[in-house]
């Protein structure tokens, strides 16, 4: 009889390539989009496994995890989410989760996950280990401990989870990483979305005074306006309706070391005005609390746009701003260091093999050159995606064309053109087929009437969410990490 899986999940999109995916492989797959209608659910139906997601629109999915482990305590549950974040993986361990994975998803793995999932016995899916107290102070469960990365070399804090790359633009990098660890800087760093931001905060962290002390990462690109005060500044018992404990914040957590705050434009206007508080006479106060509590933490923080512009358009404060920029460092796409794309690769296809216990001994001359010639939208995030994925599809000893995504060998299609050229649509001034930007398209005039359709589309939608990309990607109904691709497509073939 075939398992069944219970899929929860708010995300349309995700329901449906796990639904397709998983019925495919023989699972029985029921899918609900609440907390709610989960507990409802499971009060009249049998599953074997639940995939269930950490943000849902009724419910925190801890909360939810907490619920479904005093139903039933034996069905083992996977938690989802779209960004890593340390206090609620360990709580999700301490909480009974099976295990704890992050979007993008990769089909493969997951299966693999869920595979393993089934085969322990019934109380094995009941009791997690929490994460040990130097791993969660660095801000990683035991999982992303192993996977994390700073890019290309071995990192300066003689770390040998993270690699340094040989060009000149990340040597300038680790110059620059040196001279700042040391002083109690606030630093900026700049750069696209999976180019390796959190992993030059660590590696500033880990080379600091305070490196034995926590390393605190949030996404504030994640967090709810409703709720972002209490996730950084934390509340007291009975703040505001649902504050049924005192809760720590972020920057508690991170007292005497290094917090480090992603996508920070995304906050809203009030709580950039208690983060200046914070800034300015290093204490904080909790959501509902009466009593200052004093801070000794170093601020990191990161955007992948240019906060002076923010400041401009009154998207970030001033003097906030001025408050941060004691110093900068700006990180280079993949693209723009294509020495150091097989270095990384390797690098990746080590860790992989140690992961899968596989032998895999490198990649074709044809995967280098495809790899070479890739633009690698989502920068090293992706690139790690595409080697784990392709070292499990790989049966040889090297990495075949075979084993990657479609639209990677697709790219093949495109030649790469340095000549850049602005203009206001992605295929204004096409001649011959060819496209304005960076790249020659050789594509049907189909495939150049859905690009323009899609930048269009894109390019509303972040006027209509006054360029806020959270907000966008909601009304354009996908996640994040995908607009964010799709804009640095276009970024390209525009050159802007």
Not at 13 to 27: A, E, H, I, S, V
Not at 204 to 212: D, F, G, Q, T
Not at 272 to 293: A, P, T
Not at 454 to 463: C, F, G, H, R
Request: aromatic share 8%; glycine share 6%; with cysteine.
């Amino acid at each position: 009889m075939n398992k069944r899986i219970l899929v929860i999940d708010d995300d349309r999109d995700m329901c449906l390539l796990l639904n397709r995916f998983l019925t495919r492989n023989q699972f029985h797959v029921d899918e609900v989009s609440t907390g709610r209608k989960a507990l409802a659910y499971l009060e009249t139906s049998e599953t074997d496994l639940i995939l269930c997601d950490v943000r849902l629109d009724d419910m925190d999915g801890i909360t939810l995890l907490a619920k479904i482990k005093e139903m039933i305590p034996s069905v083992p549950v996977i938690m989802i989410t779209g960004y890593s974040d340390i206090r609620t993986s360990v709580k999700a361990m301490k909480l009974g989760a099976y295990d704890y994975v992050t979007k993008p998803l990769l089909p493969e793995e997951i299966l693999i996950t869920i595979q393993k999932a089934l085969s322990q016995p019934a109380q094995a899916s009941t009791v997690k280990q929490a994460a040990p107290v130097s791993e969660m102070e660095n801000g990683r469960t035991p999982q992303q401990s192993a996977v994390h990365f700073v890019p290309g070399g071995q990192s300066a804090s003689g770390n040998e989870k993270y690699i340094f790359g040989n060009t000149e633009s990340f040597k300038k990098i680790i110059h620059q990483v040196k001279l700042v660890a040391p002083t109690n800087y606030s630093v900026i760093i700049y750069g696209e979305s999976g180019s390796g931001k959190e992993a030059i905060a660590n590696e500033i962290h880990k080379l600091s005074k305070r490196n034995a002390k926590p390393f605190v990462a949030i996404d504030c690109g994640a967090l709810s306006k409703e709720l972002a005060g209490s996730e950084l500044f934390g509340h007291e018992k009975g703040a505001f309706t649902g504050a049924l404990n005192q809760k720590v914040g972020s920057f508690e957590l991170a007292n005497g070391g290094t917090i480090f705050l992603d996508e920070i434009a995304n906050l809203s206007y009030e709580i950039q005005v208690s983060l200046l508080r914070v800034v300015q006479e290093r204490k904080m106060r909790r959501v509902g609390g009466v009593k200052d509590i004093e801070l000794d933490v170093r601020i990191i923080i990161a955007s992948n746009e240019q906060l002076w512009d923010a400041t401009r358009t009154g998207k970030f404060r001033e003097d906030l701003y001025h408050r941060f920029n004691e110093f900068s460092i700006n990180v280079p796409p993949l693209r723009e260091r294509r020495e150091d794309i097989m270095l990384l690769a390797e690098h990746f296809l080590r860790q992989t093999n140690s992961e899968l216990g596989k032998q895999v001994k490198g990649f074709s001359p044809d995967v280098e050159e495809v790899f070479k010639n890739y633009v690698w939208y989502g920068n090293l995030r992706e690139l790690k995606n595409v080697v784990k994925r392709a070292t499990l599809l790989t049966e040889g000893e090297k990495i075949e064309l075979y084993t990657l995504p479609f639209e990677i060998t697709h790219f093949s299609k495109l030649q790469f053109n340095e000549s850049a050229n602005q203009n206001s649509s992605p295929h204004d001034g096409e001649e011959n087929g060819n496209s304005a930007g960076n790249f020659k398209f050789r594509e049907t005039s189909l495939r150049k009437a859905t690009i323009d359709a899609e930048y269009q589309m894109i390019l509303d939608a972040l006027k209509e969410a006054n360029y806020n990309k959270s907000k966008a990607a909601r009304i354009l109904n996908i996640d994040r990490k995908t607009l964010y691709n799709k804009m640095s497509l276009y970024k390209e073939l525009k050159n802007t």
